[in-house]
Structure formats: C-alpha cells, structure tokens
C-alpha cells in the first residue's frame, strides 16, 4: 500500500502564495500551525495527484482521516497532527473540513455560482484560519473576519491558476453562471490568452473578491496576538494587492504572483498597516476606559 507522503508534489510551505507559520509568529505557535500545513499538503497533493484514480484518492483520503482520529494504524502525518492536537487540547475538526473539501476537489469539477464557491471555500479555507486562531487561543468572534479572508484567498488563487487547473484536471472553480453572464465557456480557460469575454468575467469576479476582503478590513485589530495581528496585516496587504493585479492582467498569460521582492515590500507595508491598526485599537480602548473618581 502506498504511503501518502509518497505523493508529495514536493511543495512546501515556502513556496505557497501567502505565508504558512512566517517567523512573525511566535515559536511556540509555529509547530503546531506546520504540522497541519504538512498534514493538509499530503491531503492536497492526493487529491491533486495526476495519476491516481479518484477511487484511489479518495481511499487514501479516508485513511488519513481515520489515523487522524486514531481509528487506524495514522500515516507519518496524520500521527503528528494528532500528537499536536492532543498535546494543545485541540479538536481535529478543521482538519477534517479540509478533507471534505479534498474529495470535493476529487468528486466535483464544475461551481454553479458565486455561493457555490463560497460553500466550497467554508471548507477548503475557512477552516485554516480557525484552526490558527484556536491556536493562539483567540475568540470565535474574530471567525467572521477570518473567513472572509481566507475564502478571498483561495478565491485568488482559483483566478491565478484557473488554466492550469483546467488544463491538468478538468477542474474549473470559476462559476458556471459567471461565465455565461460574460458570454464565455469553459472551453475559453484552455486558450493561451483569454478572450475579452474571459477578461470580463475574471475581472468581475476579482472586483467580488476584493469586496470579500473588506470584510477583513479590521480582522488584524481584532486579535490580541500582535505578532499574528502583523501576519493577518501582510496576508491582507497581499491579497489585496493580488486582486488589483487580476483586475489588470490576464491570469491566462501574464505573470499574476508577487516575486519575493513584490512580497517583501507588500510585507513591509502590511506590517506598518497593522502597527497603525494596533495603535488606533489601544488608543480606542483608551477613551472609553472609565475615568477614576
């Protein structure tokens, strides 16, 4: 039987988009964020592995599961998690969402409509940046910021990668209503450039995903962490900066991805923002601490 780390793509958490457990958080936090992002990396490149059958996927996908909850003799990775969760008092849950949406991915090529997507994304990115602030212990209230955030994350990443994902898997997340309201098809995702119709289509849904991210406006304020409070801030700063370069550029044939230079100066304006953001929260809270008699 194959070992499911034998999948790996080779990706690592250094080469995703956006930072997974950057040294902006604390070390006692990183361990356990890096054994999920390992944990959901092998679940990923499963679902995502060009050779096996989706019967095989999904077999493997169920077997990582049941080690996870300790029903199985684990893989590697699912036995780490386990460990963290167990050590950290943690519920394997979020971990759990996200295989749900790995055979989702191995299951289900084709989105209907913008809540479609969205549906997808309670699943597939929401459950990440739960599973980190349950991490650092913060309150639930802040989940509303957090989700807005990390469904315009995986957002973007469908418009940056959505001919490469049609090309390689037949899978296409841009909305099928979408499409048709521009006047396109899927079909038009194959073409080294897209279409006007395209351009239209991936611009519309770019400008909804940036309307999705000022939900997140103040997640960064909300969190008492500061040092995650700055990681959320670049996050931001990145995603937004990535969906003003989709609404300019056609993901189909132009570079689309911030450069490690890009990244860093997004990074540095990310974190003056939060610090701005974390002085105009203390200085609220000051105002209204009640006075001494």
Not at 205 to 211: E, H, K, P, S, W
Not at 254 to 272: I, M, N, P, T, Y
Request: charged share 25%; glycine share 6%; net charge positive.
């Amino acid at each position: 039987m194959t070992n499911a780390a034998e999948l790996r793509s080779g990706k690592g958490h250094h080469d995703e988009n956006f930072p997974v457990a950057s040294r902006l958080i604390h070390p006692r936090h990183r361990p356990p964020i890096l054994a999920f992002y390992e944990f959901v990396r092998v679940a990923d490149d499963i679902a995502d592995h060009p050779s096996l059958a989706a019967h095989e996927k999904l077999a493997m996908l169920d077997r990582l599961e049941e080690g996870l909850l300790g029903r199985a003799k684990p893989e590697p990775v699912a036995a780490r998690l386990r460990a963290v969760l167990d050590q950290r008092g943690l519920s394997p849950r979020h971990a759990q969402d996200l295989l749900a949406a790995f055979r989702m991915d191995v299951t289900k090529l084709r989105y209907r409509d913008w809540d479609d997507l969205i549906h997808y994304c309670s699943y597939s990115a929401m459950p990440v940046g739960r599973f980190v602030l349950d991490v650092h212990g913060e309150s639930r209230s802040t989940w509303p910021a957090n989700d807005a955030l990390c469904a315009a994350l995986q957002i973007i990443n469908h418009l940056q990668d959505c001919g490469k994902d049609y090309r390689n898997l037949d899978r296409v997340y841009i909305p099928q209503d979408a499409l048709a309201r521009h006047g396109t098809r899927v079909e038009a995702l194959g073409e080294p450039k897209a279409s006007r119709e395209l351009q239209s289509c991936l611009r519309d849904l770019a400008q909804r995903t940036a309307a999705l991210l000022r939900g997140a406006d103040h997640f960064s304020a909300q969190v008492t962490d500061l040092r995650f409070a700055l990681e959320i801030a670049v996050i931001c700063r990145a995603a937004q900066t990535l969906t003003q370069t989709l609404m300019r550029r056609d993901p189909l044939s132009e570079r689309v991805h911030l450069s490690k230079v890009g990244f860093a100066a997004v990074g540095l304006v990310g974190v003056l923002e939060g610090l701005r953001q974390r002085a105009g929260r203390l200085l609220g809270m000051g105002r209204h601490r009640p006075q001494d008699a």
